[in-house]
């Protein structure tokens, strides 16, 4: 048993409702049967009429199924690929940084044979210890300053910027001013 085309099952139906329709034409009907004919007919336009928003309803939600498919697919593929991409350039990244490490490595080895190694290391070792110790000394000797100046205020008044000067009981004292007055005012 062979399965009918159904084009060519539509067709035989197209065809065998044009003989029915030339049928009807050729035999004259009575009012009755005009008026069954109009009501027949005009509910299969109803039908037919109702058929369509709802075959379009359908076709629109199928579409936006589709667009909201598609548009998931496209973010997916998106991200997976932006997710590549960060891999791939974190992975140069490590092999660059890798690779300047050890070059940096090698750069200070050579420096350290070329320049000496050991003295280089113990003259700026020496270096750091007489900058120091000239540090230590500046601090001691503003220290030792001011222990002079406390035990003799007479003998380094002026030097300190100050003014030997005669109390009303008739003592003296080192005057160092903080805020010059104004001369002549």
Not at 44 to 52: E, N, P, V
Not at 119 to 124: E, G
């Given at each position: 048993?062979?399965v ?25 009907l ?73 070059a940096a ?13 050991f ?6 070792v ?14 001691i ?45």
């Open positions: 048993m062979s009918k085309d159904p084009f060519r099952a539509l067709v035989d139906e197209i065809t065998l409702v044009r003989r029915q329709i030339d049928q009807l034409q050729r035999t004259s009575d009012r009755k049967e005009a008026e069954q004919l109009n009501a027949i007919v005009a509910q299969g336009l109803d039908r037919m009429a109702k058929i369509g928003p709802r075959l379009e309803q359908a076709i629109d939600a199928r579409l936006q199924l589709a667009t909201a498919e598609t548009r998931l697919a496209a973010i997916e593929a998106a991200e997976r690929a932006a997710r590549v991409a960060i891999e791939t350039t974190r992975t140069e990244t490590l092999k660059a940084a890798q690779g300047l490490s050890q490595g090698k750069a200070r080895r050579q420096a350290w044979l070329y320049f000496g190694g003295w280089v290391w113990l003259l700026s020496g270096a750091l210890g007489a900058v120091l110790a000239l540090l230590a000394a500046f601090w000797t503003g220290r030792g300053d001011a222990r002079e100046f406390g035990k003799y205020p007479g003998i380094f008044c002026e030097a300190a910027g100050g003014q030997v000067a005669t109390s009303d009981d008739g003592g003296r004292f080192c005057g160092i001013w903080i805020e010059r007055p104004a001369e002549g005012g």
